[in-house]
């Protein structure tokens, strides 16, 4: 049942991203409200779909949040960035960010049927049968939510002012000053999250293994990744850097968390290592 809702909520995410295109190519503002309201349809739909994950691993014996695995990960991960869409709803009104919500939506749900990994509940190990489990995940997916963000505004900023220059901006994207506003409250937001989840992490760490940190893989690229935003922040702040180079090392950064959360499940072995 669970996975008919989330396979539901990934076609209303598709339906959703079709509206916004259309939206974007006939400009027409009444496909984007379409765009929005299959957009929350999708997010209800993937609600409940999580909600009935969780009832069925009761009903199982196994009762645990589901947040164990890549596939529940990537659930949360699309659901955080439509949840990130409507708090920025209320500050900045573009159909373009309903576009990106959808887009990434979309795009997690669908790696499923891309990438081999079980879609099925199972028994959670040892290490993660523990209330840490939803506190360090959430934080963590929050982050990644923003940074997800941040670097889809960052590359349609780089687009957008590239055409501004050229005289012939955007009618459909906002201003390049907005774009880099919202990737500023972004970072802001997913360095937050982050920092929250690593601290949470080492509690967890210390409560499973006896240690708060071990320089495993997933731990140090976090780590990597907590710099490089740090890093984004300092110059932004303190340094006053703006424009193009903030942009790319967003899309720097947001390459770092692919690597944390992708690279280091496939490509290295380590106590995080889950698919």
């Given at each position: 049942?669970?996975?008919?809702?989330?396979?539901?909520?990934?076609?209303?995410?598709?339906?959703?991203?079709?509206?916004?295109?259309?939206?974007?190519?006939?400009?027409?503002?009444?496909?984007?409200?379409?765009?929005?309201?299959?957009?929350?349809?999708?997010?209800?739909?993937?609600?409940?779909?999580?909600?009935?994950?969780?009832?069925?691993?009761?009903?199982?014996?196994?009762?645990?949040?589901?947040?164990?695995?890549?596939?529940?990960?990537?659930?949360?991960?699309?659901?955080?960035?439509?949840?990130?869409?409507?708090?920025?709803?209320?500050?900045?009104?573009?159909?373009?960010?309903?576009?990106?919500?959808?887009?990434?939506?979309?795009?997690?749900?669908?790696?499923?049927?891309?990438?081999?990994?079980?879609?099925?509940?199972?028994?959670?190990?040892?290490?993660?049968r523990s209330n840490w489990l939803a506190i360090h995940v959430i934080t963590c997916f929050f982050a990644y939510a923003a940074f997800a963000f941040a670097f889809a505004l960052s590359l349609a900023y780089l687009c957008q002012r590239g055409w501004?220059?050229?005289?012939?901006?955007?009618?459909?994207?906002?201003?390049?000053?907005?774009?880099?506003?919202?990737?500023?409250?972004?970072?802001?937001?997913?360095?937050?999250?982050?920092?929250?989840?690593?601290?949470?992490?080492?509690?967890?760490?210390?409560?499973?293994w006896g240690s708060y940190w071990s320089w495993d893989p997933k731990e140090t690229w976090s780590l990597i990744t907590w710099f490089i935003y740090a890093s984004w922040l300092h110059a932004h702040i303190m340094r006053g850097w703006r424009g193009?180079?903030?942009?790319?090392?967003?899309?720097?950064?947001?390459?770092?968390?692919?690597?944390?959360?992708?690279?280091?499940?496939?490509?290295?072995?380590?106590?995080?290592?889950?698919?």
């Open positions: 049942m669970n996975l008919h809702l989330l396979d539901g909520a990934l076609l209303l995410y598709a339906v959703s991203l079709s509206l916004y295109l259309v939206s974007v190519l006939a400009h027409r503002a009444s496909f984007s409200r379409g765009g929005t309201l299959f957009l929350s349809l999708g997010f209800a739909v993937q609600l409940a779909g999580m909600v009935v994950r969780w009832w069925e691993s009761h009903r199982l014996g196994y009762g645990y949040i589901p947040l164990s695995n890549m596939y529940e990960s990537l659930v949360f991960f699309s659901w955080s960035v439509v949840l990130l869409y409507f708090f920025l709803k209320g500050r900045y009104r573009y159909g373009a960010f309903g576009l990106v919500a959808s887009g990434l939506s979309t795009l997690l749900l669908l790696l499923p049927f891309l990438v081999p990994m079980s879609r099925r509940i199972k028994p959670l190990v040892p290490a993660l501004e220059k050229g005289g012939k901006a955007s009618n459909w994207l906002p201003s390049s000053g907005v774009l880099e506003d919202a990737t500023y409250r972004l970072v802001l937001i997913g360095f937050a999250f982050l920092t929250l989840g690593i601290i949470t992490g080492a509690a967890w760490a210390h409560y499973a193009k180079r903030t942009a790319i090392l967003s899309i720097v950064g947001f390459a770092a968390v692919i690597f944390t959360y992708f690279g280091v499940n496939y490509l290295l072995s380590g106590l995080h290592s889950y698919v």
